[in-house]
């Protein structure tokens, strides 16, 4: 993995083999930045990245300026690379060991984005709770957006905050905003 902008541009971060991860892509990555390029200035929001995995996301953006940022993931290998990694760069990345779901439930916190990237072999209930549980909860700023990566076997298009889905290769970017009524 590499991060493909700003101050760690081509930076390689080489996590463990053994991990049960399958980071974005690079090609898919960079188009997803360019769209969130053109709607927010990268150091004045935050993000929550979970299922963060070996923190990819998370990582690119930090690299583009913004300083708050938190990862989730329960593995503890993908823990200890992302703390480890976030360590060496100086990053200040908050790294939670914790199931996504229970996270989503507990928090207090607000994020102007939401980025999950669950298993590609999720049952369609488990992507709709991600969504509900952002919504429900109301963890999104205002402006704020949620994008959930999957396959594009998956269909989330019928959930009222549905607003878009971006497909690249063999992976679907779904974008889920705040209904104003």
Known sequence: MRIISGKYKSRRLNAPNNLPVRPTTDMAKEALFNILNNRYYFNQISVLDIFAGIGSIGFEFASRGSQQITCVDLHKGCIRFLEKTDNELGLGIQVVKSDAYSFLEKTN????????????????????????????????????????????????????????SKKYGNNVFSFFEIINS
């Not at 488990?126 to 990566?149: A, P, R, S, Y």
């Open 109 to 164: 916190s607000k994020f102007d984005v939401v980025f999950a990237d669950p298993p590609y072999d999720f049952p369609q209930e488990k992507f709709q709770k991600i969504v509900d549980l952002v919504f429900d909860h109301k963890l999104l700023n205002e402006n704020g957006i949620l994008i959930v990566e999957h396959s594009k076997k998956t269909d989330l298009s019928q959930s009222p905050t549905f607003e878009k």
